[in-house]
């Protein structure tokens, strides 16, 4: 098992910043693409921003500019800077990471942390 712990939300006005983070625990594993999603209340949960093992980066049209996702490998972290934050940013945070156990048999999986809040005022 993979165990992924959220950390870093919380209340900002807007136009505020904040930086999450997501530290992944666990045994024999290497965490392949890694991602941040939110879900707004009354809302889908919705794709925010993804990163490779190589650093190769997407984001949702809404973000672009705005929130850099990086990882930093030896320690297993994976980040979100959330800068310019508007109320519609207003959502549960999560992060998600695609696995590769490396048991045998080696066998993939996909890992979510719990959320962490973030409130944007205005």
């Known amino acids: 098992q993979v165990q992924l712990v959220e950390s870093g939300g919380g209340l900002v006005q807007a136009g505020g910043s904040l930086r999450l983070s997501c530290a992944a625990s666990g045994n024999m594993f290497i965490i392949n693409i890694m991602h941040w999603y939110r879900q707004a209340p009354g809302k889908q949960r919705e794709l925010v921003a993804s990163i490779t093992n190589s650093g190769s980066t997407n984001y949702a049209d809404s973000v672009k500019g705005r929130f850099t996702i990086s990882r930093d490998n030896a320690k297993n972290t994976l980040y979100l800077q959330m800068n310019s934050l508007k109320p519609e940013d207003t959502a549960v945070y999560y992060c998600?990471?695609?696995?590769?156990?490396?048991?045998?048999?080696?066998?993939?999986?996909?890992?979510w942390g719990q959320g962490t809040q973030v409130t944007v005022s205005s």
């Open positions: 998600n990471a695609d696995v590769t156990v490396v048991t045998f048999p080696p066998h993939s999986l996909s890992s």
